[in-house]
């Protein structure tokens, strides 16, 4: 069942006090004042001189004036914002409302709490001669300072039962209080979000992030995550996961149409936490393109050849390769050629083998080997034997190297990643 909100508590409590009160002083204006005897008289004359002298009774027995309960509530709310810090002290409920009264200086409101805490009878002897306005006064405080120690008792971990109704501490809030207890930045801020929790009762760690600077967040999390409280968990993507948008944030900006790769195993510093299964604060993760993951895979001797030379082979070199893609190809696609073919080959086949499944849609991003006998010779694509052919060309034969054709490698209209080495003979006319 739902716990009321502090609000709903001290409405309640206002209806409460200023019903008992104003019960109260009818039946005392009733006993001072009991009605007239009914007139026995005959006669007209006596039948009205009865009537008049009863109204003239009835004006002396004056019906007190009700309290004004929204008066009360204004000046109730007023109370219970301006006294949300725990003063010490008194243990009991009861004994907490009453030193709250005294502490705002309306001695009182101390009888009024503690019956509406208890739900005791009401002494109103004081109050009997007291104007509304001042009873709405009276209330208002009283009724702050019973919801105000409710609040204060639950959040030092106790049980409180109003009536049929038990308050307890929530068990995000119990979570929150065993971390307050321990020591080190977390314990601080976990202590800070406890003293300021306004509904202990109904308090979840949701509601406490949402106010939280992201340092401070992620500190908190980390701590919880670390003794398994409020159901935090932590995650941390490690190099070579696809980029995932719902749980990680990237280090810098990505663009929408190129795929993209976590590119370092994720720090502690950095790394996301879930509360049960939604992600509260992703994973803040360095990433870089597919392509280029494929491309500078460790181990493979020409990718890591190519990363050691990336800032003569990639355009803007080094400190832009994490946002290569394959069709923008190399600056000098023909260096890559002082390598062995067996090696070249065994690159090209890796590349096209990895890299095209996840572009399987895109064919403008899909590498193909460069260089089959009957294309159009092109001199950005092709070399035969380090020069170009005069006029038109066809591309005859791949020229062996080590048994090994000598194929180049590009995106369709992009540029390459390695030139072919050909043989061509003239372009056939009007072909």
């Given at each position: ?366 590498l193909v080997l460069v260089g089959h006998p009957g294309e159009a010779f092109e001199s950005s694509m092709e070399t035969e034997d380090g020069r170009s052919p005069v006029g038109d060309a066809v591309v005859s034969e791949v020229v062996l190297r080590d048994g090994v054709p000598q194929y180049g490698l590009a995106c369709p209209g992009g540029s390459p990643l390695l030139l072919a080495v050909v043989r061509t003979s003239p372009a056939r006319s009007?072909?």
């Amino acid at each position: 069942m739902t716990k009321p909100s502090c609000d709903q508590l001290l409405d309640e409590a206002v209806r409460w006090l200023a019903s008992k009160i104003d019960s109260a002083r009818e039946r005392a204006r009733e006993a001072a004042h009991p009605p007239s005897p009914p007139q026995r008289e005959k006669g007209l004359l006596r039948k009205v001189a009865g009537t008049l002298l009863g109204a003239s009774q009835e004006e002396g027995r004056a019906r007190p004036q009700r309290i004004d309960q929204w008066a009360a509530r204004d000046e109730g709310k007023r109370w219970l914002k301006s006294g949300a810090e725990d003063p010490g002290g008194a243990d009991a409920v009861g004994d907490l409302a009453a030193a709250l009264c005294l502490r705002w200086k309306h001695p009182n409101s101390a009888p009024l709490a503690r019956a509406w805490l208890a739900e005791s009878k009401l002494d109103v002897e004081t109050l009997m001669d007291m104007d509304g306005r001042t009873l709405a006064l009276i209330v208002g405080v009283a009724a702050a300072a019973a919801v105000l120690a409710l609040v204060i008792v639950v959040r030092r971990g106790r049980t409180i039962s109003i009536g049929r109704r038990e308050f307890a501490p929530s068990p995000d809030f119990r979570a929150l209080m065993i971390l307050a207890e321990g020591e080190g930045e977390a314990a601080a801020i976990a202590a800070r979000i406890r003293s300021e929790v306004a509904e202990p009762w109904s308090w979840g760690l949701t509601e406490a992030l949402r106010g939280l600077a992201p340092a401070a967040k992620r500190t908190l999390l980390g701590a919880l995550a670390e003794r398994n409280l409020c159901g935090v968990s932590a995650f941390s993507p490690e190099a070579g996961d696809d980029f995932d948008s719902s749980r990680m944030s990237p280090a810098g900006s990505i663009t929408t149409d190129d795929l993209w790769v976590v590119a370092s195993d994720t720090s502690d510093d950095r790394r996301g936490y879930r509360v049960a299964d939604r992600v509260e604060v992703p994973a803040e993760v360095e990433v870089c393109t597919a392509d280029w993951w494929v491309l500078s895979r460790a181990g493979c001797a020409v990718g890591e050849a190519i990363v050691e030379r990336a800032d003569n082979l990639i355009a803007g070199g080094r400190a832009k390769a994490a946002s290569w893609r394959a069709p923008w190809g190399f600056t000098f696609p023909e260096d890559l050629r002082g390598l062995p073919e067996t090696l070249l080959d065994g690159w090209r086949q890796r590349l096209i083998a990895e890299l095209n499944p996840r572009y399987r849609d895109r064919p403008e991003r899909q590498l193909v080997l460069v260089g089959h006998p009957g294309e159009a010779f092109e001199s950005s694509m092709e070399t035969e034997d380090g020069r170009s052919p005069v006029g038109d060309a066809v591309v005859s034969e791949v020229v062996l190297r080590d048994g090994v054709p000598q194929y180049g490698l590009a995106c369709p209209g992009g540029s390459p990643l390695l030139l072919a080495v050909v043989r061509t003979s003239p372009a056939r006319s009007g072909a």
